[in-house]
């Protein structure tokens, strides 16, 4: 097997499929094998259509919803028996180019984890870099601010986002993503972990990708915002203990001007940060009565 085919690329699709068949209009599938891990979307159809599209993709139904980190999961072990090296975890709301996955696969060479430069448009549509990796100073993460002129590899020790490539074997060892986070923060959680564990993580700028981020989940919807607040404090209570939020001071402070500055999201920041404090995991529903996920 050569490098191009022991890496698998694995999209998760939940009632995005036209944002998935948007993405593998940018891959090339006669070059790269590609899973689609279709998360029970609302139309039982919907996994069929893009299959229909692009046939030469593969396809996994998953019965339930499992949230971000149990669909990439359940891909990771499925291109894990199936032989594959290592997976490109994308998400559907994407254009990568060929350019930008080789590079990364290129980049795997020399660690565990690669991540990659991502910019968004603006509502001017104006592609603007957002911050997608981090050092740690101590157990501090500072924010990796990368440029367009950086084109060299650079060792991180987090890296998140919509495009993430992993070692298997090693994602394995680490028993993967947490599922308890659901939504948010898992793969923070995941690199952390795999750093702790002696893995090397590096992150690529050469090819920025382009994501139009909020696909699945619109960021500024109450289910978004909900698990951010909440994901923070969970992972800070699990890598920290119990009093771990008082490392995150932060949360608390943008919590308020947050909740100041939208006061229709006020119920779902507090009770993120209520469940947050007390360890609430998994998918949780809003008072509204929808589901968030």
Not at 31 to 44: K, M, P, T
Not at 158 to 168: E, M, N
Request: aromatic share 10%.
């Amino acid at each position: 097997m050569d490098s191009q085919v022991s890496t698998c690329i694995i999209i998760l699709n939940w009632n995005s499929a036209g944002d998935v068949i948007q993405c593998l209009g940018h891959i090339d599938s006669r070059e790269w094998d590609i899973l689609i891990v279709d998360n029970a979307s609302s139309d039982s159809e919907e996994a069929e259509s893009i299959k229909l599209t692009f046939p030469a993709v593969h396809l996994l139904k998953n019965s339930t919803n499992l949230g971000y980190a149990g669909g990439m999961n359940s891909g990771m072990r499925w291109a894990k028996e199936n032989g594959y090296s290592s997976a490109l975890l994308l998400n559907p709301d994407t254009k990568p180019t060929l350019e930008l996955i080789r590079s990364m696969i290129n980049a795997s060479k020399e660690a565990s984890v690669v991540g990659t430069a991502q910019v968004s448009p603006d509502g001017a549509g104006v592609m603007v870099p957002y911050v997608s990796a981090a050092t740690l100073r101590g157990d501090k993460p500072i924010s990796y601010e990368w440029s367009t002129e950086t084109n060299e590899l650079v060792e991180v020790d987090i890296v998140t986002g919509a495009a993430i490539l992993v070692d298997l074997s090693e994602a394995a060892r680490i028993n993967y993503m947490d599922e308890q986070f659901f939504h948010y923060k898992e793969e923070y959680d995941f690199a952390f972990r795999m750093r702790k564990a002696g893995n090397r993580i590096v992150f690529v700028s050469e090819y920025p990708l382009v994501h139009e981020r909020g696909g699945s989940l619109p960021l500024h919807s109450a289910q978004a915002v909900y698990y951010n607040y909440r994901n923070e404090l969970l992972f800070l209570r699990k890598h920290f203990g119990i009093f771990g939020f008082a490392r995150g001071p932060g949360i608390f402070r943008d919590a308020v001007r947050h909740g100041f500055n939208s006061p229709r999201l006020a119920v779902p920041i507090v009770l993120g940060l209520f469940h947050g404090l007390r360890g609430v995991t998994g998918p949780v529903t809003l008072r509204s009565g929808n589901r968030t996920s």
